[in-house]
């Protein structure tokens, strides 16, 4: 059973920026890591996505161009870099491992799912 720890929320101001990470309690080199968010009153909603084997990365049309998803398969951590933050970034951001996921943007292809953590962008 993987277990995946959300860290680096926090509050910032329209415009700055974050970094989240993703500790993962064990190796994720053959899986496939993702991020999601969910605002208060709002479904889950698809940002990033990073496939096993690194190659291919995916965006929800929202944040191209202003987030980054990486990974250090050595450090078992995932990352999620936020540039240019808006207030409707504000929500709780969860990261996902799928089994040989391609970082897909759909939630069942995930298997271990993350507690979230808080961003709140002020204006």
């Known amino acids: 059973q993987v277990q995946l720890v959300e860290s680096g929320g926090g509050s910032v101001q329209a415009g700055g920026s974050l970094r989240l990470s993703c500790a993962a309690s064990e190796s994720l080199n053959t899986y496939g890591v993702g991020w999601f968010r969910q605002a208060t009153g709002k479904d889950r909603e698809f940002v990033a996505g990073l496939s096993w084997m690194g190659s291919l990365t995916v965006y929800g049309d929202s944040v191209k161009g202003r987030f980054t998803i990486s990974r250090d398969n050595a450090k078992n951590t995932v990352y999620l870099q936020m540039n240019s933050l808006k207030p409707v970034d504000t929500a709780v951001y969860f990261c996902?491992?799928?089994?040989?996921?391609?970082?897909?943007?759909?939630?069942?292809?995930?298997?271990?799912w993350g507690q979230g953590t808080q961003v709140t962008v002020s204006s």
């Open positions: 996902a491992a799928g089994r040989y996921g391609l970082g897909q943007d759909r939630t069942d292809a995930y298997q271990y």
